[in-house]
């Protein structure tokens, strides 16, 4: 029984501190409100674009729908350490940025233009760039764009 319980104990541990071996490679942020239709839409998409990519990613949700969702939000880039990912772009629903969980550094984006096999081969694509492997976008027309959009949070002073 002790032999059991040391081994359920240490299974314990390893689930809750987590192993390298299962570290998070991205973060998919999702920039969400309630109220718009493309965030709907997104909602669906993405979650299914996940699932096909095969990547090992986190889905990040930043809702503005209410305040509580917000501090929500506001809290998961805190504890991921993607604040300033977080600053960029609350409030500007609709997209989800897909952000390098080591580095931090914004990969890309996806938003509804994008059909769901081809935002899934994209988040795979910007996976493998996070884990240092060649990477080439084929979202080249100006409506499906990995591009992110511009800031929305500015410093009108700076």
Not at 15 to 43: E, H, M, P
Not at 79 to 85: A, E, L
Not at 95 to 122: L, P, Q, S, W, Y
Request: glycine share 6%; hydrophobic share 45%.
């Amino acid at each position: 029984m002790k032999k059991l319980t040391a081994l359920i104990s240490g299974l314990a541990l390893t689930a809750a501190f987590g192993s390298s071996a299962f570290a998070t490679d991205i973060y998919v942020v999702n920039f969400r409100n309630a109220q718009d239709v493309k965030s709907q839409q997104l909602d669906g998409q993405l979650a299914s674009a996940l699932a096909m990519s095969g990547v090992n990613a986190e889905e990040v949700v930043i809702d503005t729908s209410t305040a509580a969702k917000w501090e929500k939000g506001a809290h998961e880039a805190f504890d991921r350490d993607i604040v300033p990912v977080f600053n960029q772009w609350v409030g500007l629903p609709g997209f989800a940025a897909v952000v390098d969980a080591n580095t931090k550094r914004v990969i890309g984006c996806v938003n509804t233009a994008f059909e769901v096999n081809e935002m899934a081969a994209e988040i795979r694509q910007m996976a493998s760039k996070a884990k240092g492997s060649a990477y080439l976008s084929n979202a080249s027309t100006p409506i499906k764009t990995t591009r992110c959009p511009a800031a929305h949070n500015v410093d009108p002073g700076l």
